[in-house]
């Protein structure tokens, strides 16, 4: 299980430098939940569009996971990063990283964590995953394996989360939502722990041979995080561009943004039983 020190022990081997320096303008770490090769090609043109609202440089970068995503807050090399919740409070504990936006999908600033399996698969319950493989999306990972790991303690079938190696055949951590559900839906491994709509990331006949096993108690959307001394006047006008992809002639805007459907302005009280259940699993003390 992962701790203080082996998260940032993780995160600081694992991040990717961006190719310009934050004090050029402003940089932005982004996570891998998708196809990184698809996010490179959605980060180009949001942050061309933001350089241009902003009227400053913006550069931004794919980190190697969630942990990478928080070092780089730590070091300077990212000024803000998008990322789950889990993150964010790990970040916001170890150095005192702030939120800004969250996301809104269907309505609401929140989702779940699901396990889902193919439906040729013959299981019926969780505890049919007794020695089968499974794949989760990232080890600091709120909705992509945290969150669906607790629907197994709350079923009584492992203790915590160090007991899961032994209740699984396997389990791996394949590197964002996508890649988690892929690997589900090829036959790679028996069920996937992703968010709620990770499923979207599979092609139409994919979907239809799908579905979910469990589903979670809400988490809050993933956030939009600043680094600590970020100067408040970039900070607060990044804000304001930000809030602006929800008005009618930007929305088009938001597919390159994990495809929410806006953002809302964060607030950090909704992230209480985020902060508990790292406790629970010992991330923070």
């Not at 996570?31 to 990184?36: D, K, R």
């Not at 550069?59 to 070092?71: I, K, L, N, R, Y």
């Not at 190696?165 to 590197?175: I, P, Q, T």
């Not at 979207?200 to 096993?213: C, I, M, Y």
Request: proline share 5%; net charge negative; charged share 20%.
């Amino acid at each position: 299980m992962l701790n203080r020190r082996t998260f940032l022990a993780a995160a600081s081997a694992s991040f990717v430098l961006p190719a310009f320096a934050a004090e050029e303008g402003l940089t932005l770490a982004f996570i891998p939940q998708e196809n990184p090769e698809k996010l490179l090609g959605d980060i180009k043109v949001i942050t061309g569009w933001l350089s241009e609202q902003m009227s400053v440089p913006v550069t931004g970068f794919v980190t190697f996971d969630h942990a990478a995503a928080v070092e780089a807050l730590r070091n300077g090399d990212a000024d803000i990063s998008f990322m789950g919740a889990l993150p964010f409070v790990l970040a916001e504990d170890q150095l005192g990283a702030v939120p800004l936006l969250s996301e809104v999908y269907r309505g609401q600033p929140s989702y779940s964590g699901r396990v889902f399996v193919r439906k040729d698969s013959g299981i019926e319950t969780l505890a049919d995953l007794k020695g089968r493989d499974i794949a989760f999306a990232d080890p600091v990972s709120e909705s992509g394996y945290i969150y669906p790991l607790d629907l197994f303690v709350r079923e009584g079938l492992i203790a915590d989360a160090a007991d899961a190696d032994s209740f699984f055949g396997r389990k791996f951590f394949a590197g964002g939502y996508q890649q988690a559900m892929q690997a589900m839906a090829n036959g790679l491994v028996d069920a996937s722990g992703a968010s709620q709509y990770a499923d979207l990331f599979l092609t139409p006949d994919q979907q239809a041979e799908v579905r979910v096993l469990a589903e979670s108690e809400q988490i809050p959307s993933h956030a939009v995080i600043a680094r600590p001394g970020l100067d408040a006047g970039l900070q607060a006008k990044f804000v304001k561009v930000m809030l602006s992809l929800n008005d009618p002639e930007n929305r088009y805007l938001l597919a390159y943004l994990y495809g929410p459907d806006g953002y809302v302005t964060a607030d950090p009280e909704v992230y209480e039983g985020v902060r508990e259940t790292a406790r629970r699993y010992g991330f923070l003390k």
